[in-house]
């Protein structure tokens, strides 16, 4: 088995790699067998693999997210039982999503929480170039989430905060110190009236895989469905602001929430808008280095923490700008 990475140690019940490897076989076509595991770069939450596998009908490649972090293991249960629930959902729809092979939530057979899929076309792309025709495919996409049709079985869970007063931290060294608190002030009052529907809840483009270039470039694959929710459009809409607002710099971010209603979505007026995207933008406080981190891995790396931190602050001070 060539190309393995990071497929030693024991995991869950002294379970080690070869306990996952026989549970992967399990679920694959008479005489399929893996040929290769490689470590897929960019994730953040999960380990993530490409298994290539070979057998009598061909080749083909499976994608293994295993959690191995500690606190993610704690919650494996729910977030990959939800990602699996999602998956069978959007196989029916018009979104490009992975095709669920098999699921082991709670580390039964596996060495760790752990979901097997299929592997999607394309790649993250997160370079500046093409940012902008990249980021209106995006909102289009986004609108074509939200209008999914699922029925009172189906709902995903009621969305949920990623930041609150409490937990926010500032930047260490900020000249502005008034700028965050005022921030932090608009998402003390209870979360604006609002009319729910189905979100991706961590839709940015590091979720996002293209194909093509130029005028042929399109959305090959949406994926990380661990955070799915039911909630306010405008929650989804923030997060991938305030990532492309970090990724491409501020004037990026504020132009997607337009691009979103240019596409046909609906998003609140004013204050109650203001209010999600900094519910959004706090929770990336103080240097946003936990998506720094995969998206230096993937080529990125001029975004240190200073350069993000100051991208964070001036689209916070664009945001009030806008909607105050």
Known sequence: MGGATEVTGKGHGGRDWESTRS????????????????????????????LDLAGPD???????????????????????????????LLGGTDVPAAALAAVDATAQSCDHPSLLMSLLPGTVRLADRDADERAG?????????????????????????????????????TGRPDLWRRAVDVIRREPPAHRSCFLHRDFHPGNVLFTGTDGDLR?????????????????????????????????????FADRYADAGGTLADGTAHLYWRLLDALGFAPDAEKVAVP???????????????????????????RYA
Not at 37 to 49: A, D, F, Q
Not at 240 to 250: D, E, P, Y
């Open 295 to 321: 998206w230096r891995e993937l080529g990125r790396v001029d975004l240190t923490a200073d350069v993000l931190t100051h991208r964070l602050e001036e689209y916070i001070e664009a945001l009030f700008e």
């Open 137 to 173: 495919l995006l909102a289009r996409q986004l609108v074509s989430v939200h209008r999914l049709p699922v029925t009172a079985s189906q709902r995903p869970r009621p969305y949920q905060a990623w930041a609150s007063p409490e937990r926010v931290t500032l930047p260490a060294a």
């Open 58 to 88: 061909g080749r083909r490649s499976l994608v293994l997210r295993s959690f191995v972090k500690p606190f993610y293991v704690r919650h494996a249960e729910g977030l990959l039982t939800r990602e699996a629930a999602v998956l069978r």
């Open 219 to 255: 959305i090959s694959g949406v994926v990380d469905w661990v955070e799915t929710s039911w909630g306010p459009a405008d929650l989804d809409v923030a997060h991938c602001s305030t990532a492309l607002a970090l990724l491409h710099g501020v004037p990026a971010g504020m132009r």
């Open 23 to 50: 549970w992967v076989e399990r679920t694959l076509a008479s005489g399929e067998r893996i040929e290769q595991v490689v470590r897929l770069r960019g994730g953040w939450t999960s380990r993530m693999r490409r």
